[in-house]
């Protein structure tokens, strides 16, 4: 029991111990897991920490290296500037040792060349001596004959030597000019603007007439010689010379007739005008650099001038070159030719070009004088209107302020106006603007006096309701004013709408009623609430502010009318019957005896001529002519309308007292108060006419319109059958047009053929390069520019012609003018004028994109196509908005578009902009030129494009044909600037093949 009891309690302890021994065992497991992950946990948090470490120490050495590098590169800077500096000192210093040594060596040769001349003085004077020793009594004539010729020989010497003092060689007179640097290939390089400046330096100017003088008496000297006569050209040099601009001093006013006679002969027979203009002649080489800043047009005498002026320019440079070169050298470009020769063919030179000068500014002369009295006699028509004079010229006594203003005003413009034809043709300038005056106020008179509509640029503001919702006014005469046109100036005629041709039936322009239904026709709605000329801005600006003028003088005519002690109150109740009338008209059947019961123009008669002045009742009739204008009006502005009457009428309340001026405040009160009223209705009336004409347009736009303006069209041009008479410049187009309409649609048939099938991406096309290439690819753009869908042309003759030749028309650089235009487009010629300046346009913003990129590349060849492609985009924009804004932008705005565009690419410094300023400037001018092969090139892909769309329709396939020209040069951007001026001319198309088809089918 005892072995089997110490067993029990053996077992029991070893368990124990067993138990003891694996809770240490797991204890240990457990301590040792921790201490492997406490380890683990530190290893991670220093190889972190480690990590942290090398990449502070590696941003540290970075920004140390760049610092460095910095450091280094200014360094490299300064070294690199000091030894330029020091270059350009060593440069300098060399200068002018050799300037001095120069100078030396000339002083030099100078002295030995007097001790020479003394000596050979000397040995003379010792000869002559000697001779004379030895001589006898009968040579003593001999020895005074000797002596004068050494006398004469030393006057020659001295003289010789002052004139090569004073006035210098011709050898140096040349080499002077030569100097200057003016020459054919300089001026062509250079800008226009800093041309002109050039020219207009002093050195310049005295330096060139020195030498012109100069070969001018050479010239004179050579024919001398000859036995021969100078070709006379001053009937050509006195039409370019400045007329003289002397005034008589107050002292020499009490001088005799006869004796201001004798001054004016002998002032006339001292002046004498020198051969060779100077102002002409530097003229040249301005028209040889730059034609299209310098010439206006591109006619047959422009193109003679441009050719004259390469001629002479050319012999110029040839006659200086053999006068600093020598004549007859054999390594010339001159050959043998010599001096005498040369002058002569010079001289033949400047009389051709003299001639096609002339010729020039007296056609340029001519146009300006026609503008100078056309504009003379519209101030003239619009003050007799103004101010109402009689036939005898006189002026009413009861002239306002403001119309005794208008006619200083007027009086003043036309004495500026007179003093510039003056100064243009004389005093046959200043008869026919008299006579043109003259003819203005006779046809006025006539018309007035025949009871016919008077030919106004601004409409009558005595009766503001008149105005139609144009804002035009009618600008015929009736034809009996017309009879006595026949021997009137063309001014005359054009002011007063006349032919040129016939005054007794002259034709007709396009009414009102015409241009409505013809916009009905080509869908532009917009056009009837605010119809725009931009062509004529300056004269709507003139009309718009005569206007002002004249309805401020009628408001205060009427104010003036209605004030003082005995105030007359015809014009205020005139002007209410006026608002009874315009109320009764628009208003409808129900409401039209209320409105007359309202307001009685009987009782306000008793009520002003009893001298009471009650405004009470004035106030009842202004407050229902509001309430009527009110419910007259949509119901959209009925809250708005409320709160501008009810605020008019509480001021017209508050003033009801006289005020410290002493101005009765009743007037001033019912003025205002007519006046708002006037001017409420007014906006009325062209709401309701706007209202009607959208009613109309289903009707107007189908078979009806197009009948109406084939019945206007034949009122005033004929039947079909006398198109070929009746429509000269219609004849003259279509004749044009037909030359190369089958060339045109070849090439447009052409393009058709190589385009890809739908879905199948396009081919690659020759691209324009500017500077290192052009973009690798270009977005097209993604918006639906053929929205409305216009048809493409599918092949038909009369069709295709019509296309082509507005074509034609709208993508030629002079600009569209009515005289110029067939008849059958003439209604339409402010929409093709439109579509004229976006063509334009769009050949102005492509040249920019790519001059832009040129300079670009040029500049900075690490570009990346990212920025480059981004400075293109910035620039489409930013011209697109400045065009838009304002179509008669110049080249600075569109060179300052360039410069911000080009500041997206790199950094460039003050000095690098303003360098790039000019190469921008210079190479764009240049761009634009009409003969530079870029301007060729984009001017026939935008040519292309137009092309593309106008033949192939608005759809997909003239997208695609437009998306190719344009992609040629990089301007893939203005795809839908193309589309939508193309939209534009296939309407015209089609309208004009609908209305006018009856005679181009006659002319055909």
């Excluded at 100097?179 to 390089?189: C, F, Q, R, T």
């Excluded at 302020?401 to 004389?426: F, Y």
């Excluded at 003018?817 to 769009?842: C, D, G, H, Y």
Aim: charged share 30%; hydrophobic share 40%; with cysteine.
């Amino acid at each position: 029991m005892r072995f089997e009891k110490e067993r029990e309690e053996l077992e029991t302890r070893v368990e124990s111990r067993v138990r003891q021994a694996e809770e240490n065992r797991l204890r240990l497991l457990h301590a040792d897991m921790q201490k492997r992950a406490a380890l683990k946990e530190r290893t991670a948090r220093s190889l972190v920490q480690k990590a942290t470490s090398e990449s502070k120490y590696m941003e540290h050495v970075r920004s140390a290296i760049l610092q460095k590098r910095t450091a280094a590169e200014k360094k490299r800077l300064r070294l690199l500037e000091a030894e330029k500096t020091k270059a350009q000192a060593r440069l300098l210093r060399i200068q002018k040792a050799a300037m001095n040594v120069c100078s030396q060596r000339e002083k030099e040769r100078k002295k030995l060349k007097e001790q020479l001349d003394n000596k050979l003085q000397r040995a003379k004077k010792q000869r002559a001596e000697y001779l004379k020793q030895r001589g006898s009594p009968h040579n003593s004539a001999h020895a005074d004959y000797v002596k004068h010729a050494e006398f004469l020989s030393r006057k020659l010497a001295r003289c010789w030597r002052v004139f090569v003092k004073s006035r210098k060689t011709t050898l140096t007179l040349a080499e002077a000019y030569d100097a200057l640097g003016i020459n054919e290939k300089s001026v062509k390089s250079m800008p226009f603007e800093k041309l002109a400046m050039s020219m207009e330096f002093p050195t310049v100017l005295q330096t060139t007439k020195a030498l012109l003088d100069r070969l001018e008496r050479r010239l004179v000297i050579s024919h001398s010689v000859a036995c021969s006569s100078v070709e006379n050209v001053d009937h050509l040099l006195k039409r370019v010379s400045s007329p003289p601009r002397r005034k008589v001093p107050p002292s020499r006013e009490g001088r005799t007739r006869a004796v201001a006679k004798r001054s004016a002969k002998s002032s006339e027979a001292i002046i004498r005008l020198p051969r060779y203009s100077l102002r002409v002649v530097l003229c040249a080489y301005m028209i040889l650099a730059h034609p299209g800043a310098v010439l206006s047009g591109q006619g047959e005498k422009e193109k003679q001038l441009m050719e004259s002026a390469a001629n002479f320019v050319k012999e110029f440079e040839l006659l200086i070159k053999i006068i600093l070169d020598g004549p007859g050298r054999p390594s010339d470009v001159t050959g043998h030719r010599k001096f005498r020769g040369q002058l002569a063919n010079f001289d033949k030179a400047w009389c051709t070009y003299l001639y096609c000068f002339v010729a020039w500014k007296v056609k340029d002369a001519r146009l300006l004088e026609e503008d100078l009295v056309r504009a003379a006699c519209k101030l003239e028509l619009s003050m007799m209107q103004t101010c109402k004079l009689t036939a005898d010229g006189q002026s009413p006594n009861n002239l306002t302020h403001d119309m005794k203003a208008i006619q200083k005003q007027v009086t003043d413009d036309q004495k500026l106006l007179r003093e510039k034809v003056q100064h243009l043709s004389g005093d046959a300038g200043i008869e026919r603007m008299d006579s043109a005056l003259s003819d203005t106020r006779s046809k006025f008179f006539e018309a007035k006096e025949n009871g016919g509509p008077l030919a106004a640029p601004v409409a009558n503001v005595s009766t503001p309701l008149s105005i139609n919702p144009s804002g035009k006014a009618p600008l015929e005469v009736n034809e009996n004013s017309r009879t006595s046109a026949l021997g009137s100036s063309s001014v005359v005629r054009s002011l007063f709408g006349a032919s040129s041709s016939s005054s007794t039936s002259p034709v007709k322009q396009p009414t009102e009623n015409e241009q409505m239904v013809n916009e009905m026709l080509h869908e532009d709605d917009s056009a009837f609430a605010a119809r725009s000329d931009s062509a004529n801005t300056a004269e709507k600006e003139f009309q718009k502010k005569v206007r002002e003028t004249m309805e401020k003088a009628f408001w205060d005519m009427v104010t003036d009318s209605i004030r003082g002690d005995k105030p007359d109150y015809s014009r205020l109740i005139n002007l209410v019957k006026e608002v009874r009338d315009s109320l009764h008209e628009l208003a409808p059947k129900e409401w039209k005896e209320e409105i007359l019961e309202n307001i009685d123009l009987e009782i306000l008669s008793q009520v002003l001529g009893s001298g009471s002045q009650d405004a009470q009742y004035l106030g009842q009739i202004l407050r229902y002519s509001l309430d009527m204008v009110r419910k007259l009006s949509a119901a959209a502005k009925e809250d708005e309308m409320k709160q501008s009457h009810d605020k008019l009428l509480s001021e017209l309340a508050a003033s009801s007292e006289v005020n410290d001026s002493g101005i009765n405040s009743f007037v001033v009160a019912v003025i205002k108060g007519l006046r708002f009223i006037l001017e409420e209705i007014k906006e009325l009336q062209a709401e309701v006419a706007k209202a009607r004409i959208q009613l109309m347009q289903p009707i107007i736009k189908g078979s009806a319109g197009v009948e109406y303006l084939q019945k206007a069209f034949t009122d005033r041009y004929g039947p079909p059958d006398n198109a070929s008479a009746s429509l000269p410049l219609t004849l003259q187009w279509i004749l044009t047009s037909k030359g190369i309409v089958e060339e045109e649609w070849n090439k447009h048939s052409d393009c058709l053929s190589i385009m890809p099938p739908a879905g199948q991406a396009p081919a690659l096309v020759p691209v324009l390069r500017a500077g290192h290439g052009a973009p690798v690819g270009q977005p097209s753009s993604s918006s639906a520019a053929g929205a409305s869908g216009q048809p493409e042309c599918k092949g038909e003759k009369l069709d295709k012609l019509i296309r082509i030749g507005l074509l034609q028309l709208i993508t030629s650089m002079e600009g569209l003018q009515m005289q110029s235009t067939p008849e059958s487009l003439q209604i339409n010629l402010l929409r093709l004028r439109a579509v004229q300046s976006q063509f334009q346009q769009v050949i102005a913003i492509a040249t920019s994109m790519l001059v832009l990129r040129q300079v670009l590349m040029s500049e900075n060849s690490k570009a990346t196509p990212l920025e480059l492609e981004n400075a293109i985009s910035e620039l489409s924009k930013a011209l697109v908005k400045i065009l838009d804004s304002s179509p008669d932008a110049g080249t600075e705005e569109i060179v300052e578009a360039m410069i911000r565009a080009s500041a997206l690419v790199g950094s460039p410094s003050k000095e690098k902009i303003q360098a790039r300023r000019q190469i921008i400037t210079r190479v764009f001018l240049k761009s634009l030129q009409p003969g530079d092969v870029v301007f060729k090139k984009v001017s026939h892909a935008v040519y292309c494009a137009f092309r593309g769309v106008v033949l192939g329709g608005s759809g997909p396939m003239g997208q695609k044909l437009a998306d190719a020209a344009l992609r040629r040069i990089g301007a893939v951007k203005l795809v839908d600037r193309v589309m939508k001026a193309a939209e534009v001319l296939i309407k015209v198309a089609t309208v004009s093949e609908v209305v006018h088809g009856p005679w181009y089918k006659a002319l055909v």
